[in-house]
């Protein structure tokens, strides 16, 4: 079974605080990608990368970084975390493809104080 | 743009029941694919069906199935026999030809009552 770890299900930092979630896939596949999910709005896209060293913006990029250096991990930083960021957030991977679904993690709640 | 809307933020049914999930979407792409996803209380996504814009026949998964309609672009789910395990969020997505991300609806929370 393909499996998407993140580093952490919740966590709590202040406001200012530098912010690494990680997330690990172990099926080879090429694309990652995080996702931000708040109520009524479904899952908002903020970045994603189709192999190592690349990467593009989704939807919603600003006030996070994200860095893939080895194909299976997916970094997402948030430089200077904003209580606006208190959010769920999932990773996902994928093969390239059309018809391929994306595999998700668990998820991280984090909390912005 | 691509664009997915679920105009049914919450539905309730009796238990056995059928149930459908509207989504439509809005792509100028000739060849895109839209899923389905599951997510219940405990926050992990579970992928439930899929449907190709060229597939002439809608999928089905178990008790899943997808009315396509695609000249009124759109691509509802729907669930037999409803169980209370359904309850959940169900999300729509559609990834396009051209991209690998895929854009999502903002949701149908689903409650399954007994």
């Known amino acids: 079974d393909v499996k998407v770890t993140q580093s952490s299900r919740y966590l709590v930092k202040r406001t200012g605080e530098k912010v690494f979630l990680e997330c690990v896939q172990d099926m080879d596949h090429e694309n990652m990608f995080w996702y931000r999910q708040d109520p009524g709005l479904g899952l908002r896209l903020i970045y994603f990368s189709y192999d190592v060293k690349m990467k593009e913006k989704g939807d919603i990029p600003e006030g996070y970084s994200v860095s893939r250096e080895k194909k299976e991990r997916f970094s997402l930083i948030l430089e200077s975390a904003s209580t606006n960021q208190t959010s769920m957030y999932l990773c996902?991977?994928?093969?390239?493809?059309?018809?391929?679904?994306?595999?998700f993690g668990p998820g991280t709640r984090l909390t912005v104080t | 743009a691509q664009k997915i809307t679920q105009t049914q933020p919450g539905m309730f049914v009796q238990e056995k029941e059928a149930v459908t999930l509207d989504c439509t979407y809005d792509?100028?792409?000739?060849?895109?694919?839209l899923f389905w996803y599951k997510q219940p209380s405990s926050g992990e996504m579970i992928f439930l069906i899929y449907q190709g814009s060229y597939d002439e026949q809608n999928a089905t998964e178990g008790r899943y199935s997808l009315n396509f309609q695609k000249a009124r672009k759109s691509a509802n789910l729907v669930i037999s026999a409803s169980q209370l395990g359904d309850s959940a969020m169900y999300f729509c997505a559609m990834r396009d030809g051209g991209a690998q991300k895929l854009v999502f609806g903002q949701g149908t929370r689903l409650t399954i009552n007994p």
């Open positions: 792509t100028s792409d000739q060849s895109y694919g």
């Open positions: 996902a991977s994928s093969p390239s493809g059309l018809s391929y679904e994306q595999y």
